[in-house]
C-alpha cells in the first residue's frame, strides 16, 4: 500500500493505437474515485521533458471513449534516452507533486519507463497500448481488436472487387516482427493464403498452394500478406514473380497502411482499456512498479517490464493450421 | 478414433446470431480437407425430421464468412420435443448414411442435441452459436462479440443527440437472464448505470446515482438495461418513474431490438467460429460425442452438453466494479 | 452588400442532426476567411436569451466535421415565443456587437427566426439541418442522407435475421408528417411494403400484397413503416392485426428510434453542411435576410423562410412506382 | 412502344462499382413486372461472345441489394474490339432470342455497346455504373456516393493518427482523369488541401499553404491527392519534396487503391441504382435505344451514348471555393 501517493500522471508513447483514450479516461477516472489527483502528459516523454503538463478531472475526459487516436497525443523522443533528458523530466514530475507515473504504450515505452523507473524513486505502471499484439504476458493489447476489425472490413471490400473480376489481390497488413494481425484477420477475411514472418512459406509453395486453388475451382483469391514476411517484404516484387508464373490470374496488391492503427475501438478494446485503465492505478496503491497491468483468461495480471518487453511471444499453431483447413 | 465417420450432417437451430455461416463453412472445409462428405440441413432440427437436406462442399460455402444470419436458416422445432419426431430425424439421417451431427445454437439447441444423442447411436457435437453468451464452459459464444460492437455503435449515435440535448437515454440491451452483454457494452458505450438481471440495484439507489451524477456536472447520461433487469424489465414504466423524480432531465427510451443479432460478424467471431467448426469435425474423428467444443484462455476445449447447458456462469463482478468507477 | 457587418452569431436549434457540427464549421471558417468575427450560442434561443455565449475562430472548430450532433448544443426554447424573451435575445446580441445571426435547424427554427428577424433590425440566415427532409425549396436537409443510411445498415442487420428465421419485420422509421425516410431507406433496404403517411394503403391491400409475396416465393419480409403513417401509427396493434390474418408469418416489431438523428455524417451531408454554411455567411455579406439557404440542382438558392416552412412538399411518385416494381 | 419486345438480356462490364447489383436487381424486377424475360451474362462482352447466360427472374436477385460487386461478374474484353467478336454475340443474343440488351458500366463500356447498338438492330440502354462519377448527363454515377463514403471513413481514420503524431498525410484516391472524388471526399474528410486533375496548384503553392496552415496553429495536416494529379501522380516523390522543405512536418502517404471499389452501397445508390434499373426496362418499351439512363435534378433523363462519353463534364468551382474556404 503506497500511503504518500497523491498525483498520478499520465502518458501516451509510440505508435498511437484506438482505446488509448478510454485507457487516459480510466486512469484518469479511477484517481477521482480514489481521491487522487491526477495530470496529463502531452506527446509522452518528450512533453515530459518540455514540461507540458494538463490538469485533468473526471469530466475532461468526458466524450472520448468512442475517439480513436490519444487526445494526449505521442511522439518518439531522442532526448528521453539520454540521461540529461530523463533528469530534466523527474524534475518536472517533481516539481508538480507527481508521486507516480501510468505509461501507455507499447515495448518501447516500457523499455524507457524500465529505465527511468530504475534510475529514480517514482513508481511507474505500463499499460499494453499497441495494434501488434506483440507484448509478452498478456492475451490482448489495446487495439489490436479494433485493428483486426480494421483490416477485415477492408478486405471485405477489396473481396468484392477480386470476385466480380476474377483477380488475386496481394493485400499487405502491419506486421514488422508479429504475425498476429496477418493471420487472424487472414482467418477473419477468409484468405486463400496468409504470409507471416514467423514461418518461411517460400514462393514455390505459394505458387503451388494458388495453382491449387484455381484447380479447386476458386476463380478469386486474397493473399493476406505481414509486412515483416520473408518473402511478402518487397510485395510489389512478389505481385510481379506471382504474374509472371501463374498467368492465369490477374494480380493486383493493395496496402492497408495508417487506416489500421485509427478509428472508433471496438468494443472489446474499450473495455480492456477500461480494465487495465483501472488496474493500473490500483496496482500504484498496491505499492506496485516497473509492471505492467495486463490481461490473462480474463483476469488482471502484473508483468514485470523485462518480461514484457523480452519474453518471446509464440505464434498460434493450432490457428495456422485453422488457417490451412479453412481456405480448403 | 472414429472409423466409419464418413459424412457429417450440419445444422444451425435457435436464435441466429453472427458467426453461424463462418461455422458451417469451417465444418464443411474440414470434411473436405479430412476426405468426409457433408450435408447441411435446412431449419434446425424442423428440416432433419422433414428431411430438408442439401449436399455441401467447399465450394458451397464460398463467399459466406463474411454474412450475418444463417444460410441453413434456423426454426424452432415442437416436433423434435417429441420422441417420434426425433425417431423420423434418425431416420432420415440413416436414410443419407450421415454418421455424425454438429449442431450450432444455445442451450435449447444443446438441450435437443443431448437427448438424440443419447437415444440414438449417432455422435453429436454442439458449437455455441448465440449472441448472449450464456453457455457454460465457453469463454465467448459466437456472435457475443459482434453484438457488443454492434450495441456500442448505436449507443455512439444515441449519445450524440443525448449530449446535444442534454438528455438522460434508456436503452434496452438483449439480456433475459444474463447481463454480460449490458455490463460489457455498457462500459464500452460509456454509461452512467448498468442494470442487470444479475444485481438488483433498486430504483432509489438508481435515482441516488443518478442525481449525484447531474451534481457532479454530467449534463446527459445513458442507462444500459438488459431486458431481464429486475427494475428494467418495464422499460417504459422506468423510464416514467425517473421521469417524475427527476424533472431536470428529460428522460427518453430506445429499445434495440433485433438489430443485435444480425450484421457481418466482427474479425473475433469468424476466427472464434474458423476454429470452433475445425474443432467440431477434430473431436467427431477423435471420436468424441455429446460435447460442445468451446474456448478457454485460447485453447479448444471439449464440455458435456450437461456442464454446458446446466453450469452456472457468473457475472464478472470485477468488471461491475470497474463500471462503477470508469462512470465517475 | 452589408458594409456594417462584423461579427456573426450561429446557433443550432430543434431536433438535432448529423452536420450540424459541420455546418457551424464552415460558418465560423468562412467568418475568419472574411475576416469577420464569429460568435456561437450554446443551447439555441434559449442561450441567446440567458446570454450563453462563446467566442469562436478557426481553430475552435477542428476535428469535428465528422462528429455527430451538436456541439453548440440545442434545446426548445419556450420562453422565444414570449415577446420578452425574444427582446432579451435581441439585448444580448446587441450588447456583444453582433450584426447578424445563422440559425441551423428545421421548420420550428425558421419560424421563430422569421418572428425575431422581422421584429428586430438583425438579419437572420437560416440553414435547413434536420433528417427529416421536410423544408420545401431545398432538394436535400442536413443529416437526411446520414439517417437513411444509418436506417438502411440497421435493416440489413434485421434482414439477417428475417431470412434466417423466415419472419415478417415491421420496422419503424422516422417521419412523423414526411414519408420520404421510410420511402427512400425503404427502396434501399429492399423492403416488401413501405408505408408513409402520404398514402393511405390499407390494412386490406396491405394483406393483400404481403399475400401474394408469399406466394411469389419469398420467405421473409420486411415492411417500413413511417411512424405517421395512418396504420402503421399504432404498429404494435398492426403487427397483431397481420398476425392474426397471416399465422403463416411470424410478425416481429422493431422501432428504430434514436439512433436515427445520431452518428458521423455521411460524406454529402458533411460537403452539403461544408456548401451551405458557406452560403449562409456570403448571404450575409450580401445583404441579405430573413432567407435560408439550400441547395437546388447541386447549386445554392435563397429561399424565403415563409416559403421554406410553409410551402407543400410533395413524395415522389416516381420513387412509388419504382419502390412497387423492385419489390416485384 | 416496342411491340415485339420479349427478352432482356443483362451484363455489367468494366470497372465494378456498389450497386451494379442492385441495378441488375431492378432491371430484372421489371421485366417481371411488366410480363418480360431476362437473361443475365456473365463477365460483360466477354460472356456474350463465350455464349455465358443465365435466366432470371424476380427470386434470382433477391438479397444482393446490399452487396458490394457484381454478381454477374465483370471483365474487360479485347475480342469484342473487333467486328468478328461483336457478330459472334449477336449470334449468341438471337440464338436466345433476346430482343434487347442492358449494359450497366462506364465510358467503356457505353462506347462498346453504342458500337454494337449501330451494327446491329438490336436496341441497347445503358446504366452508369462507375466510382468516377465522369459521364457526361447525368448528376450521378452508380457507386460514387458509397465511394466518398469509403474513403472519409478511410480519412476519419487516418486523422486520428495524424493528430496524435502532428503529422501530414498524402492520401491517395482514384480519379485519373476527373477530381469529384477527390474534391468531395476532401471537403468531407476536412483536408487542408485536395489536388485534382483539373487545377494545377503548383508544388510551391501548395508548400506555401502548408508553411501558412502550420503558422495559423494547425498541428497535422491531411492532402487528398487525385492519381491524376499533375504534381500528386508520383506521390512518393511529392512526399519526400515535401518532406526536404518542410522539415517541421512528418510526412506519411497512405494510397487507399481499392478498398475505394467496394462495400455494401449506400442507400443513396441503392436507390439510384434502383430508379435507373427500372428506368432502363421503361426505356426499351417505349423503344428507345443508344442512350443511357440518368437522373438530372432527381428526374430520369435519356442521353445518347455519344453525349453521355464525349461531353466535357466540368470540376464544380463553387466547391473548389468552398474547399479553400473551410479550411481556413
Do not use: W
Request: aromatic share 6%; hydrophobic share 40%.
Amino acid at each position: 500500500m503506497n500511503t504518500k501517493l497523491n498525483k498520478i500522471a499520465v502518458l501516451t508513447s509510440g505508435g498511437d493505437s484506438p482505446g488509448m483514450n478510454a485507457a487516459i479516461r480510466a486512469v484518469v477516472r479511477n484517481t477521482t474515485y480514489q481521491n487522487l489527483k491526477c495530470v496529463g502528459v502531452y506527446r509522452g516523454f518528450q512533453g515530459l521533458i518540455e514540461n507540458d503538463f494538463i490538469d485533468l478531472d473526471a469530466r475532461s475526459v468526458k466524450n472520448i471513449i468512442n475517439r480513436g487516436g490519444t487526445f494526449l497525443k505521442s511522439a518518439r523522443s531522442k532526448d528521453f534516452r539520454e540521461a540529461e533528458g530523463r533528469q530534466k523530466a523527474y524534475q518536472n514530475l517533481k516539481n508538480r507533486d507527481v508521486d507516480a507515473l501510468v505509461v501507455i504504450g507499447g515495448d518501447g515505452t516500457f523499455t524507457g519507463a524500465s529505465i527511468f523507473s530504475n534510475e529514480f524513486d517514482i513508481p511507474v505502471i505500463g499499460i499494453p497500448g499497441t495494434i501488434d499484439n506483440d507484448i509478452n504476458g498478456t492475451d490482448f493489447t489495446i487495439g489490436y481488436d479494433t485493428a483486426l476489425n480494421t483490416v477485415v472490413e477492408a478486405i471485405d471490400k477489396i473481396r468484392d472487387t477480386a470476385s466480380s473480376h476474377d483477380r488475386l489481390f496481394l493485400v499487405e497488413v502491419m506486421g514488422r516482427d508479429a504475425g498476429d494481425i496477418a493471420l487472424n484477420s487472414g482467418v477473419g477475411a477468409g484468405a486463400e493464403e496468409i504470409l507471416i514472418p514467423e514461418e518461411d512459406l517460400g514462393t514455390n509453395r505459394l505458387l503451388e498452394s494458388l495453382r491449387k486453388s484455381r484447380t479447386s475451382g476458386k476463380t478469386s483469391s486474397i493473399v493476406v500478406v505481414a509486412e515483416g514476411d520473408q518473402i511478402g517484404k518487397n510485395i510489389t516484387k512478389l505481385a510481379g514473380y506471382i504474374q509472371d508464373n501463374l498467368p492465369e490470374y490477374e494480380v493486383k496488391v493493395t496496402v492497408l497502411g495508417h487506416i489500421q492503427r485509427g478509428g472508433s475501438p471496438s468494443c472489446y478494446d474499450r473495455v480492456l482499456a477500461s480494465r487495465l485503465g483501472v488496474a493500473a492505478v490500483d496496482a500504484l496503491i498496491d505499492g506496485k512498479s516497473n509492471i505492467m497491468v495486463g490481461v490473462s483468461h480474463k483476469k488482471i495480471v502484473h508483468v514485470p517490464f523485462e518480461v514484457a518487453i523480452n519474453g518471446q511471444k509464440t505464434i498460434d499453431n493450432d490457428l495456422i493450421r485453422v488457417a490451412d483447413i479453412v481456405s480448403t
